[in-house]
């Protein structure tokens, strides 16, 4: 390959990582980001020397090779940062993960009493379809924890009902959730995962240092990054990828690729194809939905304001769905010791009421949601400032997964084209997982044979290492072994057939062998065994008494071996439930 036989759309975590990875064994790709600076979603904004983070990004991954790249980049530049996030809801601040005595007070032993009613309910009379968000959350943890929880902030995140989300998503998202995991850590605690609970990393001064720092090593390997640039077309012949037109600073030009890598969000990627998709592709892509938000960065004179990094809106009164509180996550974000920066985030869609407002409108709006929370009491707002971003979250709504497949069906059929990342793939991927997507489609290109779409398809891939493939068979073989349900049948009829013969063959031998008193010692079975001689019709009543004993024997074995595997399995699934509920909303 060439200089510039792979290029790469979006210089986000995922188009970043596929460069680096490139660039470090010896390709050296061209990386296209129409923005102004590298990071995508997850850029840092710089206002009067302030640090905005778009949405706080956690640093923390069950990934290695990703985490392994986060430290090879940031080295003492990756801070530790103990965690702190409360849930805002009805004027009352609720711990986060949730604490039995903060919950009862803020919910009030009515509330706290019809919670546990509602699960019950919900587990007797369950919706015998899961197809929405609702029915699905509803049916882990009843109605009213739903309603009280779940609903708002949700909706707030998507701008549809929880009735109109598919359970898809939540499936994707949220795995292994209970009330009752929820509410024995409430109780008791458990131990925690101190990586996914209790601390975190985070560069210095915002992600943006980390996305800067993969741009210097992409270009030290001999990579390109072009900012400014948008990719406005892209011309196939053959099932091939032939050239990519693109626009930079206003100019065009003209790339020759080998393999293109793009993260860009499919109906845009569908809508630059040249010769045009087929109608079918073009329609299924066109009906995808986006959710955007913005962020109105305020500047805050006053030295503290609260010790979360960030606090999840729920009150519908306010539009407002999430605080981040940057000096929290990291004091070199904010210049001014004596000043606070605050991040107002807005969910939104393109083109609507909130996307629309001036930026003077923006900033007036989150000054007085800001007071009605009472989060910043008389403080003087000193400044502030809007950024928008469009296409953050993809929208899984009902006919997506359709749409989705027919899309896949065709892009399939160009051999030289990965899709990666979260717009790329239309899934609401993690940063870390959308990096590994990345890697994956790189190593592809250098001769491996991933499958990029089981990235975050099943739980227990975080914990390999940079494989797709399931664990090897023999390995599958053992444990399907050892974690097997006993048939109870079967091992009662083996040791009933064992027992009985055992017996019969015993009885018939000493008959055959004779003597003056034949088998004296074995002819004290006839105190157990009714109707149990030393003789040919002994032995078969033998087999009889030995078979129905023996057959209870087995039965019990294996009664109890499934119980206690049972208990084994139960025990081993409610751990990760509780690391699972304690992370529900930081997945919305």
Request: hydrophobic content about 40%.
């Amino acid at each position: 390959m060439n200089d510039e036989s792979v290029v790469i759309l979006g210089g986000g975590p995922a188009g970043l990582a596929a460069a680096y990875e490139l660039a470090r064994r010896g390709v050296r790709p061209l990386v296209l980001e129409k923005g102004d600076k590298v990071g995508g979603i997850a850029r840092t904004e710089i206002h009067k020397g302030y640090h905005f983070d778009l949405g706080g990004h956690r640093f923390f991954t069950k990934i290695e090779p990703v985490d392994r790249l986060w430290r090879e980049m940031m080295g003492e530049d990756f801070l530790k940062v103990s965690r702190m996030s409360r849930i805002y809801y009805q004027g009352r601040f609720f711990n986060y993960p949730l604490s039995f005595k903060n919950a009862l007070g803020n919910l009030g032993v009515v509330e706290s009493l019809l919670i546990p009613l509602s699960y019950l309910r919900a587990r007797v009379l369950p919706y015998r379809k899961e197809d929405t968000f609702e029915e699905w959350v509803s049916n882990r943890f009843g109605r009213r924890l739903f309603r009280t929880f779940f609903k708002t902030y949700t909706e707030k995140v998507w701008g549809i009902s929880c009735k109109e989300i598919r359970a898809d998503w939540a499936a994707q998202r949220i795995k292994g959730l209970s009330l009752m995991a929820a509410v024995a850590n409430a109780l008791f605690g458990t131990q925690k995962s101190k990586t996914l609970i209790n601390e975190f990393d985070y560069p210095r001064k915002g992600p943006g240092m980390m996305w800067n720092r993969f741009r210097e090593a992409i270009e030290a390997r001999g990579g390109r990054v072009c900012l400014n640039t948008e990719a406005v077309r892209l011309i196939h012949e053959n099932g091939r990828l032939e050239r990519v037109l693109c626009v930079e600073n206003g100019q065009e030009r003209e790339e020759r690729l080998d393999h293109l890598i793009t993260t860009v969000p499919l109906p845009r990627l569908v809508g630059m194809l040249d010769p045009k998709a087929p109608p079918e592709v073009l329609e299924a892509a066109g009906q995808f939905a986006h959710r955007s938000f913005l962020i109105v960065g305020l500047i805050v004179d006053k030295k503290k304001l609260f010790d979360d990094q960030w606090i999840y809106i729920h009150s519908p009164e306010v539009k407002v769905g999430r605080i981040q509180n940057f000096k929290n996550w990291s004091a070199e974000m904010v210049p001014d010791v004596d000043t606070t920066s605050i991040g107002m985030e807005y969910f939104c869609t393109e083109g609507d009421e909130v996307w629309r407002m001036s930026d003077t409108d923006l900033i007036d709006v989150a000054s007085r949601e800001l007071a009605t929370l009472n989060l910043a009491g008389n403080s003087r707002i000193l400044d502030g400032f809007v950024v928008r971003q469009p296409n953050a979250y993809p929208v899984y709504d009902e006919g997506y997964k359709e749409r989705l497949e027919v899309v896949r069906g065709f892009l399939e059929t160009l051999e030289n084209l990965d899709t990666i990342g979260r717009s790329g793939m239309h899934r609401y991927n993690n940063m870390d997982h959308s990096m590994q997507t990345g890697i994956l489609a790189a190593e592809n290109i250098l001769g491996a044979n991933h499958d990029i779409w089981q990235v975050n398809e099943e739980e227990e891939y975080l914990e390999e290492d940079r494989k797709v493939e399931a664990r090897p068979p023999e390995q599958e073989a053992v444990l399907v072994r050892a974690f097997a349900r006993m048939d109870k049948l079967a091992l009662s009829t083996a040791l009933g057939t064992v027992a009985g013969l055992a017996m019969f063959l015993a009885t018939l031998w000493l008959v055959l062998k004779g003597g003056d008193v034949v088998g004296p010692n074995l002819s004290l079975l006839k105190e157990y065994f009714v109707g149990y001689t030393v003789t040919v019709r002994g032995a078969f009543i033998a087999f009889l008494h030995g078979f129905f004993w023996g057959f209870l024997a087995g039965w019990f074995c294996a009664y109890s071996r499934n119980l206690l595997l049972a208990i084994y399995v139960y025990r081993a699934k409610r751990r990760a439930e509780m690391l699972s509920v304690w992370d529900f909303f930081d997945q919305l």
